[in-house]
């Protein structure tokens, strides 16, 4: 089997550009590295990896068949979101375009990456893949949540006009080694302060709530995704919910830091809870998350440690 990943280099496209590779794909990866890192595939150079240095919203161009077309290419921090605005619209339109042009072509599976952020601040608790989202499209956020939207929509559209095999997973928030470590999220944030003896900046009171799960559990679920005949969005998270201020409080216990945790103001339009129903997955893909947040937490630690010396 033949895959094409687009942000191949990046946090999570690495990880699943290895996972398919140690499954005997074959794997062309695609990515302008503007938030993703040579670092990360120089691992897996190998003659069934290849890499290409390219913006794919320019266009896309691959010699040769495919399989599959996962497109994963995006910015993805809320620090990208005010630095890379217009290049994160562009890279869920004209970036979701071509590869689903391209999928077409060669009449591969294609898989869109989208967000649990198509629900905004929610008013639906937990979040269940029929919730249409609370996005306020004008605020700083808008540019990554309306462009997941957007891509969604658009791969509906293919699949429907087209009959493109499609697939959409919803991705909650997820950790592992190959963060970025001032990438603004709170675990790489919070594990570099505390690894160099810094305050722990918690936005707002700390208690809103994300979802973790460790990137294994959901590359797991990507690839069983791919296997399914589900066109609709699936959510793929880890319903174990945890507030900022408890994961501050556990990467102190895990680190042995004794840095103090300070307070800022909360970012423009930040979701006051995140958690997924994962009652499709659980039926469709026969898949829940398997590795407990604080085991990951301790592999990331290890990670970022050894990455600071």
Not at 229 to 238: F, I, K, M, S
Request: hydrophobic share 40%; with cysteine; charged share 20%.
């Amino acid at each position: 089997m033949r895959g094409l990943v687009t942000g191949g280099a990046g946090f999570i496209g690495s990880h699943l550009s290895e996972f398919l590779l140690a499954r005997g794909c074959e794997v062309v990866c695609l990515d302008n590295l503007l938030t993703g890192a040579i670092e990360n595939i120089d691992p897996l150079r190998s003659e069934r990896f290849t890499f290409i240095k390219l913006d794919v919203t320019t266009y896309i161009s691959v010699a040769g068949p495919l399989d599959y077309v996962l497109h994963f290419a995006s910015p993805a921090s809320p620090v990208d979101y005010l630095d890379l605005p217009i290049q994160t619209l562009k890279v869920g339109a004209l970036g979701t375009h071509k590869a689903l042009g391209l999928a077409k072509e060669k009449g591969a599976r294609f898989l869109l990456a989208s967000t649990s952020e198509v629900y905004g601040d929610p008013l639906v608790h937990p979040q269940r893949e029929e919730y249409w989202g609370n996005v306020n499209p004008v605020g700083p956020r808008g540019v990554y949540d309306e462009a997941k939207r957007f891509a969604e929509a658009l791969t509906m559209a293919y699949h429907r006009a087209h009959g493109l095999d499609t697939r959409i997973v919803r991705i909650f928030n997820s950790f592992a080694p190959r963060m970025r470590m001032h990438d603004g999220r709170a675990i790489p944030t919070f594990i570099t302060q505390a690894l160099q003896g810094r305050p722990l900046t918690v936005n707002g009171d700390g208690t809103q709530t994300r979802s973790l799960m460790y990137i294994p559990d959901l590359i797991e679920g990507i690839c069983r995704l791919m296997q399914a005949p589900v066109h609709d969005p699936v959510n793929l998270g880890n319903p174990q919910e945890m507030t900022i201020l408890d994961l501050a409080k556990a990467i102190l216990r895990l680190t042995g830091s004794a840095s103090p945790i300070v307070f800022r103001p909360a970012g423009a339009d930040d979701p006051k809870v995140r958690q997924p129903d994962i009652g499709r997955a659980r039926q469709l893909l026969g898949w829940e998350p398997q590795v407990e947040v604080e085991e990951g937490l301790r592999r990331t630690i290890e990670w970022f440690r050894g990455r600071l010396g």
